[in-house]
């Protein structure tokens, strides 16, 4: 019985540990499986947001390829020339905004526009292209900066409110439409760009009768003008560096008019309309930096040249003779008066130069200063501007035959001796020297503040027998008539208050 | 009054200005911004500065080369590290808004470490070629260069890194393939080459702990070196670098002091301990 009892309680105990070892394994059966599940659950989860992660990716580098940047530039200006009026006013000077789109490396699309009140005007627009071999060399298509120093240096960065007098002669507007190479040897420290553009780019033709014949800015004849110019850096250790280079601009445009004058108003040559007529200069430039005290700057720029102007004919001026309020609309009448004011196409020699003194004041200011000098026609001095010496000279042409004129809509004939009687040097070839100073603060990295002060003095041309500048330029401001005489310099001084902000 | 005297008087107050605001002393307060590869150098430069200096505050921060480049054109660091060379367009922009080309101090060494996984045993060296071939995306596969059939995954750092574009100009000399996954700093590089068996990345020499470290050759005749300081000071390391220090100006009053320091016994000791390689 004893037996039986033990062999009893032996099998129920055993029959308990298999049925617990049963249910063990059974519940880390139903454990593991739940885990595996939890698990694969976490990995469905993860590969889910993986893949809206690559999605997220994938749409931040498409934008990561376009970048925008931009700057605007309100000021306040008083104008001291008493023919300027108003003499004081608020202006936006710039407002752009560039947005460049590198769809792959060395490649990249660039668009500015420029949004001033009452303007909307396209700066940039152009594909630059790097080669990814030697990656030294690039090729632009489109409108870009000409090459020249001081046109490239973004007016975001400029220590004067506007560009030297002469760049602004030479280069207006900046831009250009045409196509660039430029090289930049990754070892050596030389640039070189050659750049062939339309040439008339930005230009006024034929302003006389206010109709400007290259309005589209497409280009206005077949000729292509061609710029070249190269840059050395010398790096002077800790120091700073001198950079120099050269450029030279070899142009044309077509002619307008038989005759074409020489610097002196006599007549060169006669020509036939649609003939070349060259217009070409050479440029020498220097930027030397030191670390003086802090960073300082001298840089110059000197350029001589020939500058070609076309022909243009008779002027059209509207005037108001009446005027009426009726049923609150204003009811206009109008009066169009021609003359016959005629200009055959004249080549002058000119030229200029500018020189910058920059220091900067510990981190947040900087004071700068220039001298530009633009001498339009080198070959007239102030005793000979507005003289009749200096008016048109038929040469060996017969004074009483005509030269031909051709503007954007009609062809004019005039008689040189008409010519002969009201064509002369004048205000277009005085020359003029500007001094200016301008002090920046740097707010932080995005706000730039300019008080900028700037002296023109113009040339002081001889004086009459009646005691009157053999030059003279009329005025009415409010109805007061005046005269500018330059025959002393007169105020043109404009004090300018910029605040930049740039992003 | 006359105007020339007026104009003299305004250039004399002009001037006197200038003068002033040079001597001004300079702040006590640095700013430190730039290279993630330098940052923990930088770092513990800053602390032992601090230190024997209470009077003076050192703000170490990272972001990458370029980033710090940026910062110092902008005006917004004293001092920017960075493991490459300023290139010319930005020394152009220091130029432009300071007038000074601007200064380079070198003030380490560095090799550039190929990091593999431990457990990748097949691998132990490469040469420049197969480098290039894996992270410019020729090689995808492991096999290709003696290693295991298995897909080669890549990680490297971000665009804004000296070390992205060192490492780009002069070992990948092409784009980096579409697939190499970019992180934020070395040791997010490292970590991940940690966790992935097929893995390979690059960086700093200072962050390779729990990673194999890739020996590298010039080509395949040449013998492959670990980076190491012997082989970084000899050139026979193939991937050597400076690191530099820059100003936008020549550095005056604390902040010459606490460069002056890095670059002497002190620092340059540090340089050593924290994994790098002095320049002296």
Redesign the interface.
């Known amino acids: 019985m004893k037996r039986t009892n033990y062999q009893f309680k032996t099998s129920a105990i055993t029959l308990i540990i298999i049925t617990i070892i049963w249910a063990g394994k059974l519940f880390a059966q139903n454990d593991a499986d739940s885990f595996t599940d939890d698990i694969n659950g976490i990995k469905d989860q993860i590969s889910g947001v993986d893949e809206r992660l690559k999605t997220v990716e994938n749409d931040v580098s498409s934008l990561k390829k376009i970048k925008f940047s931009g700057y605007i530039q309100a000021q306040w200006e008083h104008f001291e020339n008493p023919s300027v009026y108003p003499a004081n006013y608020f202006s936006v000077r710039r407002a752009r905004l560039k947005a460049t789109y590198e769809p792959v490396t060395g490649v990249a699309f660039v668009l500015q526009p420029d949004f001033t009140p009452g303007n909307l005007s396209l700066k940039d627009a152009y594909a630059q292209v790097n080669e990814p071999w030697l990656k030294t060399f690039s090729l632009w298509m489109g409108q870009f900066n000409r090459t020249d120093y001081e046109v490239e240096y973004s007016s975001s960065k400029r220590e004067m409110p506007e560009r030297s007098r002469i760049i602004r002669a030479l280069y207006p507007g900046e831009r250009a439409l045409g196509f660039k190479l430029e090289a930049s040897p990754q070892s050596v420290p030389l640039k070189v760009q050659i750049a062939m553009f339309n040439g008339n780019d930005f230009l006024t033709i034929s302003d006389v009768d206010k109709k400007n014949d290259n309005p589209t800015n497409k280009d206005y004849d077949d000729f292509k003008d061609l710029m070249v110019r190269a840059t050395y850096q010398f790096r002077l250790g800790h120091f700073g560096s001198l950079d120099f280079g050269a450029h030279g601009y070899f142009g044309a445009i077509k002619a307008t008019s038989t005759d074409l004058l020489d610097s002196e108003y006599k007549l060169d040559k006669t020509v036939k309309i649609g003939d070349r007529i060259n217009k070409q200069w050479y440029g020498l430039e220097l930027q030397f930096y030191a670390d003086v005290l802090g960073g300082m700057a001298i840089k110059g720029e000197y350029i001589l040249g020939k500058q070609a102007s076309v022909g243009a004919s008779s002027s059209a001026t509207q005037t108001i003779t009446q005027s009426a309020l009726a049923n609150d609309t204003l009811f206009v009448t109008t009066t169009t008066t021609t003359t016959t004011t005629v200009y055959p196409g004249i080549v002058r020699d000119f030229s200029g130069y500018y020189v910058y003194l920059i220091k900067n004041i510990g981190k947040k200011n900087q004071f700068a200063m220039r001298w530009d000098v633009y001498d339009p026609n080198t070959k007239l001095g102030s005793s000979d501007i507005g003289l009749s010496d200096h008016k048109y000279d038929n040469g060996s042409e017969s004074e009483s035959s005509n030269t031909v004129i051709e503007d954007n809509t009609s062809t004019t004939t005039v008689t040189r001796s008409v010519l002969k009687n009201t064509l002369g040097s004048g205000t277009d070839d005085i020359k003029y020297g500007t001094l200016s100073f301008a002090w920046h603060h740097y707010f932080n990295e995005n706000i730039r503040v300019t008080l900028a002060y700037e002296m023109p003095f113009n040339e002081k041309v001889d004086k009459n027998s009646n005691g009157v500048g053999n030059v003279t330029k009329s005025y009415t401001v409010n109805g007061i008539a005046g005269k500018l005489d330059y025959s002393e310099v007169f105020p043109q001084n404009v004090l300018t208050l910029r605040i930049q902000a740039k992003f | 009054m006359k105007s020339s005297t007026r104009l003299l008087q305004?250039l004399s107050f002009?001037l006197i200005?200038?003068?002033g605001?040079?001597?001004?002393p300079g702040p006590k307060k640095i700013t430190v911004k730039g290279s993630d590869t330098m940052v923990i150098l930088s770092q513990k430069w800053a602390e032992a500065y601090m230190k024997n200096h209470p009077e003076v505050t050192i703000q170490v921060t990272g972001g990458g080369s370029g980033t710090g480049i940026a910062a110092l054109i902008?005006?917004?660091t004293d001092i920017c590290n960075s493991s490459r060379p300023m290139k010319?367009s930005e020394i152009e922009k220091i130029?432009?808004?300071?007038?000074?080309?601007g200064?380079e101090i070198p003030c380490a060494k560095d090799g550039i470490t190929i990091f593999l996984n431990q457990s990748n045993t097949r691998v132990s060296e490469l040469t420049l070629d197969q480098l290039s071939g894996i992270f410019s995306g020729k090689i995808r596969n492991w096999k290709e260069v003696g290693g295991e059939d298995a897909e080669i995954r890549l990680y490297g750092r971000e665009n804004s890194s000296g070390t992205y574009a060192f490492f780009k100009d002069e070992v990948v000399k092409?784009?980096y393939a579409a697939n190499c996954q970019t992180l934020p700093g070395t040791a997010a590089v490292v970590n991940a080459v940690k966790n992935d068996k097929n893995g390979i990345g690059y960086g700093g020499a200072a962050y390779a702990t729990g990673v194999k470290h890739c020996k590298v050759k010039k080509d395949n005749e040449g013998k492959a070196y670990e980076p190491s300081a012997e082989s970084i000071k000899t050139g026979e390391y193939p991937i050597t670098r400076y690191l530099y220090m820059y100003t936008?100006?020549?550095p005056t009053g604390e902040i010459k002091a606490f460069i002056d320091w890095t670059l002497g016994a002190d620092g340059q000791a540090l340089v050593t301990e924290m994994g790098y390689f002095p320049v002296k």
């Open positions: 305004a002009v200005a200038v003068i605001f040079a001597f001004m902008n005006g917004a010319r130029k432009e808004r300071y007038n000074s080309t200064i092409a784009d936008a100006n020549r």
